[in-house]
């Protein structure tokens, strides 16, 4: 993502995020617990962002690699959570991991701010990092996700969207159908998929929750 995108981001965690009791988080990773439950690897927290799903996965025993490309969010999750491991880095460029280093990578809500050509390069980037048989637990904006701009604003290629948010100011964002996932996940076996609603954000938020295997 280019820095301009980046400033917004750390504009929204220095507001959003000021100590760890104010971090939430929901229970889709309930649904993946029997997965979650076996993993003796750090688990990637891919998009941390304000950490929620590093704050689940470290009160359920696990260790975790938080990594985002905000200075704020790290620096607030070093603050909050300082017992997981913090990454700097742009998810839209080669990975800092070895091939094959981690059961589970969680992308949620990361995924969808890059084009058809980007979301492929992070796909592949996380399918090397992945073991043989690891699991990508995933979270996507669908394109029912009316609340929150689906299919609307400046139009950059089929599901793919300069939004305005409440701010006005204009961030990618990519919306996903069932058919896009298949499309983009065609070489992974999927153990999961279904259109749910989120109700973190205060609107209800439509989105696609899917558990993928790496089968490579």
Known sequence: MENTYKDIWNDRHQVEIQNRDSIKFDDWLDSFYDIIEKCETSIIDLGCGSG????????NGKKVIS???SEIAIQKIKENIPETTTVLHDISKPLPFEKNS????ISDLSLHYFSKEVTNQVIAEISRVLMPNGHLLLRVNSTNDNNYGACSGEKIE?????VED???KKMPKRFFDEADIREFFKDWEIEYINEEKMDRYGNGKILWKVCLKNIK
């Open 52 to 59: 929620n799903d590093t704050l689940y996965l470290i009160k």
């Open 102 to 105: 981690a059961e589970i990578v």
């Open 158 to 162: 089929d599901n793919f969207y300069l």
């Open 166 to 168: 409440k701010e006005k």
């Open 67 to 69: 990594l985002d490309y």
